[in-house]
């Protein structure tokens, strides 16, 4: 039998994406790798990583956490979606839900019913047919068999480091705490073999994980992969991070609230509220910047802002050699939809799916690049879109709307707008039920649908809608505040 060649890995990093890298690599291929963690406790981590998507369900499910273990660690609440606010237009208010509005046949998706039913003079609102949405209003939430929601987390991202810590030690990853101050590679092939250590320790791999952050330690100081920056499309490089006491029930979603510059974003926890305000350096000063996010604040702070810098973009390759980029040292859409944690745990699932058991091979790593490069454009597009679609006064703003967009997205605003289709690509992660939630809330009108509903007369019609209401209604009513549910099922155990 040929020998298994790639067997040490060597992550680099230990933010949020290297722990996951960490706990996903030994908690679903323990056995056959041999893994070692490197971390510094100087440069420390980026820490404002708080909300996430349904999918950290399924990765969580695959490395087996268990669910109130990993709620009670890391100060959790459980989130239905995400609450945008002033986007199109000041006073402007909709939902985008993690789940699926209403009901349809296989002919056309429910928005088209919808739309049927409001040309007709009924129909009520988009958001009364969707149970997550509704049950996030009414501040509730449950699970239960019976009661599928769809739901993802928000929590301490220093805690979640830690929480995977545990878990990936306990499968045998070795972690180091050092500054990693030199990189070896091959003269001929340009491999790395080996990391050199501020304490002279040299750390060999056969493959190196880069969860260094936005430096990019190996993927672009050493292997100069090269950047593509989407500043134009992008433009937000700047957060000033807080953290505000928890004054008000704890509601199961995120807040994000448009201004005159860019977006403040509000993530409740058990026991103090995330805040932060995104903005333009080329449009707002970090001083009118800090003045703005306190008085905007609902609630005392508890701490001093903090200056986080960023930019959107992502490396030209992920995989290079026997390299491959995860986290922030890979790509940046920018924090709106939260997709970043999403996106480095489906890197992750691609690296445990390709591993290069027998050697890294060209063909192997064109494959992940191209994996990992179509599901993060369309997150890139999904988030521009809410951009691109805006009415705001601000030259911010109307400087987003006039911007040109990736053609891919521009011929789906199209297509919405003269038909109402909306769709799914191959391996996207937002369903057609997100695209329209927000293309509706960004208030794109469709001038056409699809007739479906047209085959039923009046009656029919009304009875389906008001069925669906009744049913909405009815599972909400069900559920328990919020808060008790927390405190019944995933007490913190976070210290106040
Ligand atoms: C403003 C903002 C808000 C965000 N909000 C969200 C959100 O709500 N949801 C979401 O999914 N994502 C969000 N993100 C993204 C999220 O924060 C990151 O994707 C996530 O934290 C992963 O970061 P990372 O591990 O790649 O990098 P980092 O957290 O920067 O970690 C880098 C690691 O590398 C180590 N390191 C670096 N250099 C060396 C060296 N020389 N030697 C040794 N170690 C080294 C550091 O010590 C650290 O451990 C947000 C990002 C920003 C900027």
Known sequence: MTAQVIKKVVIAGGGT????????????????????????????????????????????????VDEQDFMKATNG????????????????????????????????????????????????????????LQAARAGKFQIHKNLPLSYAYQFDAGLYGKYLRKLSEATGVKRIEDNITGVDQNPETGFITALILA?????????FIDCTGFRGLLIEQ?????????????????????????????????RVIAHGEGWRWRIPLQTRVGNGLIYSSAYL???????????????????EPRLVKYKTGRRKTFWDKNCIAMGLSSSFVEPLESTSIHLFQRSVLHLVQNFPFFGVTDALAAHYNDLSLQELEYARDFVILHYKLN?????????RAAMAVPDDLQARIDL???????????????????????????????????????FMNREELTGVFDGLKKTVDHFVAQMTPHDAFIKQYCPTTVER
Request: aromatic share 12%; proline share 5%; charged share 25%.
């Open 17 to 64: 994406a290297g722990w996951c890298a960490a706990a996903g690599l030994s908690r679903l291929m323990g056995p056959l790798l041999d893994i070692t963690l490197i971390e510094s406790a100087d440069i420390g981590i980026i820490g404002v990583g708080e909300a996430t998507i349904p999918t950290i369900r399924t990765f969580h499910a695959l490395i087996n």
């Open 77 to 132: 609440t459980f989130k239905l979606g995400i609450d945008f606010e002033n986007w199109a237009r000041d006073g402007d208010h909709y939902f985008h839900s993690f789940g699926v509005t209403g009901k349809a046949p296989w002919m056309a998706p429910f928005h088209n019913l919808w739309l049927e039913a409001r040309a007709q003079g009924f129909g009520g609102s988009f958001d009364d047919y969707s149970l997550e």
């Open 199 to 207: 304490s002279g320790e040299v750390v060999e791999g056969d493959l």
């Open 222 to 254: 050493t292997l100069k992969a090269g950047w593509e920056d989407w500043g134009h499309w992008l433009p937000t490089d700047r957060a000033l991070a807080v953290q505000t006491r928890s004054d008000k029930p704890i509601k199961p979603s995120t």
């Open 285 to 303: 000063s970090d001083e009118e910047a800090e003045e703005r996010l306190r008085t905007l604040l609902d609630e005392p702070m508890v701490a």
């Open 391 to 399: 009415q705001r006064p601000e030259t911010f703003w109307k400087d």
């Open 416 to 454: 919405f707008r003269e038909s109402g289709v909306a769709f799914q690509g191959p391996g996207e992660l937002f369903r057609v039920d997100s695209w329209a939630q927000v293309m509706f809330g960004q208030r794109l009108e469709p001038r056409g649908w699809h007739r479906f509903g047209a």
